[in-house]
């Protein structure tokens, strides 16, 4: 039997007694390649889904498609978004496909009720149904018609979907994500995601690399390096594009500015890059993911793991801890009562060269 490369890391008790262990792996890398911390299996192949988003956006941007489409930081922020469907975040994806000459109906993303509780009850309580430009994919899809358009390519039914992971955007996308994590393309594995555009599987510790690069790109082209300081300053600038009013990418962004890089995926999945000099001066920069193994369906597990990355690292003050504590690292369990019945927290401790 294949032994698991996932390792307990987030604990869930009952009183005095463990009752559930979810398992995951961490990779901590620096912009070198370095392996600097690590727990479970750095190795670990799995799929990044929407954390790959910053990624997918890289080459529009490359291309100057932000420059040429006028675009804000808050759109370029969009783009690399899973954003929440709240009317701030459809006025942005709308200007967008003003600038670029592109209609909602392009999208090929699917429709689903927005992510944002409250906006969610106002549509319904309007009687409104979602549209495209409500799905928390919407700029991702939004920028690669948009790249697609920008490079005079055909993008829509029946026989050019800017989709098909063979449209000459995809290969694009796929090029430039295996550059960031070091891996030649064809040892990059794809899937179609949840919004049925192409999804990238590799090594946690080369998602890892890529989030470090994407913080510290002085190693990669001085195009490359003008699109990665463009969209980490984008994200980090505009957290609420990224997520939403109380998202976990967007807490953790505005609780420390301009230290992280945040973007979590489906499934368990965290993206994080921090930025030279966050952890004091000189300090470098460094890119960190992991995977819930069970997919995290409490949705409590990948924030406190994230935190406690953080913490051990030695990135977040313990006044930016407390302001994010209602993410973790330690959760308190109530019942329908609200009374205490026991606690959630995390279970490792990363383990570091030598």
Request: glycine share 10%; net charge positive.
């Amino acid at each position: 039997m294949q032994k698991s490369p996932y390792a307990p890391v987030f604990q869930l008790t009952r009183g005095a007694i463990v009752e559930s262990i979810l398992y995951g792996s961490i990779a901590v890398v620096t912009s070198d390649g370095r392996l600097a911390a690590w727990y479970g299996n750095p190795k670990t192949i799995t799929y990044l889904r929407s954390t790959a988003k910053p990624f997918q956006a890289m080459p529009f941007i490359e291309s100057g498609g932000h420059k040429a489409y006028d675009l804000t930081e808050e759109e370029v922020a969009i783009i690399c978004a899973s954003h929440s469907g709240t009317d701030r975040h459809k006025a942005v994806i709308t200007s967008i496909q003003a600038k670029a000459g592109i209609l909602e109906s392009d999208l090929l993303c699917g429709v689903h009720t927005p992510m944002d509780r409250d906006t969610a009850e106002a549509l319904k309580q309007r009687g409104e149904e979602p549209t495209p430009n409500r799905h928390n994919c919407s700029g991702k899809h939004t920028g690669m018609v948009a790249f697609a358009r920008l490079r005079g390519l055909p993008y829509s039914l029946p026989d050019h979907v800017y989709i098909n992971p063979a449209h000459p955007i995809q290969q694009e996308i796929i090029k430039t994500f295996s550059q960031m994590c070091g891996l030649k393309p064809g040892s990059v594995f794809i899937g179609i995601d949840g919004c049925s555009a192409p999804n990238f599987a590799v090594p946690l510790r080369n998602a890892a690399l890529a989030f470090a690069r994407l913080c510290d790109p002085g190693r990669l082209t001085k195009k490359r390096q003008a699109a990665c300081r463009t969209i980490s300053q984008a994200m980090m600038a505009n957290p609420v594009m990224v997520g939403g009013p109380g998202s976990f990418d967007t807490e953790l962004m505005k609780a420390a500015p301009g230290k992280i890089v945040c973007k979590g995926g489906a499934e368990g999945y965290q993206g994080i890059g921090v930025m030279p000099g966050a952890v004091g001066p000189g300090s470098p920069a460094f890119g960190i993911a992991f995977k819930i193994s069970d997919g995290d369906y409490r949705n409590q597990a990948r924030s406190s793991v994230a935190l406690e990355v953080l913490r051990q690292l030695n990135v977040l003050t313990k006044a930016e801890l407390h302001n994010l504590e209602s993410f973790g690292p330690i959760f308190t369990l109530r019942n329908g009562r609200q009374l205490v019945v026991g606690q959630g927290y995390p279970a490792f401790q990363l383990q570091r060269p030598g």
